[in-house]
């Protein structure tokens, strides 16, 4: 129905940056928010951030200053750029999505499979 992949991970020094890309095909009508998720080794998947169809972003407050998530919906992409990069940054990264009928309730959510960001020296 919905595809999300993600791609620009990798390995960085800390201080680095890295820019990520999640690109949604498929059934793409009704997608309302997307956003970042990420899962470091040992821990629960915690939100990084999100932004919905009209451009309104909120971060996780160890993330804000340091990343920017930006839309096209044209490009049905969505972009997570991440400054300052921090060892604790280190995670698998996954791009979701909301798929909402016409009052705003959520119909299906969807996954990215995923992209590994490291940050070490």
């Known amino acids: 129905q919905v595809q999300l992949v993600e791609s620009g991970g990798g390995l960085v020094q800390p201080g680095g940056s890295l820019r990520l890309s999640c690109g949604a095909s498929?059934?793409?009508?009704?997608?309302?928010?997307m956003g970042w998720y990420r899962q470091a080794v040992g821990k629960e998947r915690e939100l990084v951030a999100t932004?919905?169809?009209?451009?309104?972003?909120n971060y996780a407050d160890s993330v804000k200053g340091r990343f920017t998530i930006s839309r096209d919906n044209a490009k049905n992409t969505v972009y997570l750029q991440m400054n300052s990069l921090k060892p604790e940054d280190t995670a698998v990264y996954y791009c979701?999505?909301?798929?909402?009928?016409?009052?705003?309730?959520?119909?299906?959510?969807?996954w990215g499979q995923g992209t590994q960001v490291t940050v070490s020296s």
């Open positions: 932004i919905t169809s009209g451009g309104s972003t």
């Open positions: 979701n999505a909301d798929r909402r009928d016409t009052i705003g309730s959520i119909l299906d959510y969807y």
């Open positions: 498929g059934s793409i009508s009704r997608i309302n928010n």
